[in-house]
């Protein structure tokens, strides 16, 4: 290995088909890896559970770009509505705040309160398969969640295919001239559509999630809009991979598939062991060193970019006996899927119970599920984005 990753090969579809492999020999050399990302930066990779655990709650890491130059003050404000004004992009008091709103009206109650139409959604869409075959993807993985998040924010259903377009675009892990300005369009549209339902909401509010945030009149305009692209954005993307990426887990080790159809009840252990195997999310959000620190003997400067491997972290050796196995009945799973301190994902309860609903009806309703297609002919989205997720997934049954 280099001595420095270059930024280049985390967009690479190698190290998107299979980046534990690249990990292995990684942690030869230590639990901290100097990175070239973003280009011409001072970035560091963590790919250890106890020193990425710790970096996730560690307050000298800041989520705040917007303090660390003009370059990500740019991205921060210009085109990036996910790096703007939410709390997963600011740091305490801002983030304790906006958090404890968000919570007000993302209750547990709320999500629980949705596991009957998560089945319904679940059925319809495994019963309108036709033929024996599936593109497991498009026709089920992505539109559960969006279905599901959009009637939660109370996005108008005929709306629904404009946000799966704009998402896909927003978490676009591109430098080229070209798919950056389509980024930023997309950014520019979402803006203005939440904008404008907003508004609608305040004259006339109903019994949805954007309903009750504007009700509060607790969010600046621009808090108000980042938090809604953020709650849709990854209220969906996350979810739409864990399903995916459990299914084919499974597909891949016929004898936990197998257990799983006899044992049921082992369904919510399983959904827990694949967020760690491989799990939805390849790499954190970044964070910025706000004063000279040490990690793991490494020194990090101030100012300089520091991602924890959330895909790394979940096969340390050191945590995790026999990491490349899949294991359903695990029973020490410290997996950190949903992140970790204050930052630990506010959907995780929902994510939970659409992963569980989804992935126990396909095995119950669809006898001999099988992959459609050879494992060289799978392909993955690009992980540079951070989330991890197959670009299709076609099934027999």
Known sequence: MPDKLPFEFLFTPEFSRNPYAVYTPLRGQGPVFPIDFPPGFEAYLIIDHEHGRAALNDPRLSKDMQRFGDYFRAIATED???????MLSVDPPDHTRLRRIVSKAFTPRRVEELRPRVQQITDELISSFDGGTAEL????AFPLPIIVICELLGVPADDRDLFR???ALLVNPTFEPEEVERRRAAARATTAYFRELSKERRAEPREDLISALVAMDE??????????SLLLIAGHETTVNLIGNGVLALLRNRDQLDLLRAKPELLPNAVEEFLRYDGPVERSTPRFAAEDLEIAGTRIPRGSMV???IGAV???PSVHADPDTLDITRSDNRHMAFGHGIHFCL???LARMEGQIAIGTLLDRLPGLELGCTEEELSWRL??????GLSRLPVRF
């Open 165 to 167: 377009e704009w998402s």
């Open 347 to 349: 959907g995780a309860p």
């Open 383 to 388: 992980t540079g984005s951070v989330v991890r």
């Open 219 to 228: 969010l600046t305009e621009k808090e108000l809009i980042s938090t809604l």
């Open 137 to 140: 993807l498009d026709e089920f």
């Open 314 to 316: 979940g096969r340390d």
């Open 80 to 86: 990036d509505i996910l790096f703007d004004s939410n």
């Open 307 to 309: 991602h924890i491997s």
